[in-house]
């Protein structure tokens, strides 16, 4: 038992929390009116965290990114481009080995942005451009607000037989939860901006909550429903096995498109770091959205983005541990 001890206590308080998130939905998932206000604490922490990531980021590394164009373009084509591709040929493997709804959750994760806060500590780990993993991190949350739902009604929907009609009533849902409390939370920085930056864990913790928040909701809708009892273990499996495979081939591809393309160490870090990962923060939100039609079968929808964001942060924070070493050996 002592390697297990040792697993669980290398374990974050992250995915901790995740665990117990999906234990407790199992165990005493919500009904009825407390889940439709769970819900709606949901959406209030959402737009909380978006607040808080506009008051602490600072106008002058969104501009100092903003100038290096080029590396930001790289991150917004592998982000929203190649990935989305890759999830597209995979796509008959996915049909072979998932039914619909964890198919369409497989290739929603690859349609979504990249991921702000981890993405930025794992390039800071590795000896990275700080400032530029800022800018194209928030970039990328910024511009999955009108780039996710448009891939979303292109590829994810029809994979399922079904077509969607992208109303502007969408786009406006999502800009609501996400964009305007940034907005927000960019003009309230000049009075708490200092404070923010003094408390580093509010965001990091309102983070987490908010995801642990949502995925409960999520999987009490599927328990309560009975969703659950139609995945066949060997689907999970594939499940599994798919992220891995997509995230090591992103990365690879990432770190060898940089280096093709002459970026010194530092921005080929941001490109890998910033162009692989995928958010969880600003996937669910979007998702409750997007797919608020589907009901109950979002917690299984919601499945490949939970295994595929643990995987890329302790993949990640390998390759950023390994990268910080070696710079200062060198």
């Known amino acids: 038992m002592a390697w297990l001890k040792r697993v669980i206590v290398s374990w974050d308080r992250f995915t901790v ?66 990935i989305p591709i890759i999830g597209l040929v995979f796509l008959p493997l996915f049909n072979m080995t998932m039914p619909p709804d964890l198919t369409m959750g497989m290739l929603y994760v690859c349609m979504l942005p990249s991921t702000v806060q981890s993405s930025i500590a794992f390039t800071s780990i590795a000896g990275g451009n700080v400032a530029a993993a800022v800018c194209a991190a928030s970039v990328s949350s910024l511009l999955g607000v009108f780039l996710t739902p448009l891939l979303v009604g292109l590829f994810v929907m029809p994979s399922k037989g079904e077509g969607i009609r992208l109303e502007w009533s969408t786009f406006v849902d999502i800009c609501w939860v996400i964009l305007v409390p940034f907005i ?7 009075w ?11 965001t990091s913790w309102t983070d987490q909550s908010t995801i642990w928040l949502i995925v409960y909701s999520a999987f009490s809708h599927a328990i309560v429903s009975g969703v659950w009892k139609e995945v066949p273990l060997i689907s999970l499996v594939a499940v599994v096995v798919c992220c891995a495979v997509i995230l090591c081939l992103t990365l690879f591809l990432t770190a060898w498109m940089s280096k093709r393309l002459g970026f010194p160490r530092e921005d080929r870090i941001v490109v890998v770091f910033c162009g692989t990962k995928k958010s969880m923060a600003t996937g669910i939100p979007m998702m409750n959205v997007l797919f608020s039609g589907l009901g109950p079968a979002m917690g299984v929808l919601a499945l490949p983005l939970m295994i595929f964001h643990q995987m890329q942060l302790m993949i990640c924070a390998v390759l950023a541990k390994h990268w910080g070493k070696a710079q200062q050996k060198s």
Request: charged letters at 15%; glycine letters at 10%.
């Open 184 to 190: 927000v939370g960019q003009i309230a920085r000049i």
């Open 192 to 202: 708490i901006g200092p404070w923010i930056k003094k408390h580093q864990q509010v």
């Open 17 to 82: 929390g995740l665990l117990i998130s999906v234990v407790t939905a199992i165990l005493v998932p919500c009904r009825g009116d407390f889940a439709h206000w769970v819900e709606k604490a949901g959406d209030v922490a959402v737009m909380l965290l978006f607040f808080l990531y506009g008051a602490k980021l600072s106008r002058r590394s969104v501009y100092e990114g903003l100038m290096n164009w080029r590396l930001q373009g790289v991150v917004a084509l592998s982000t929203f481009v190649m």
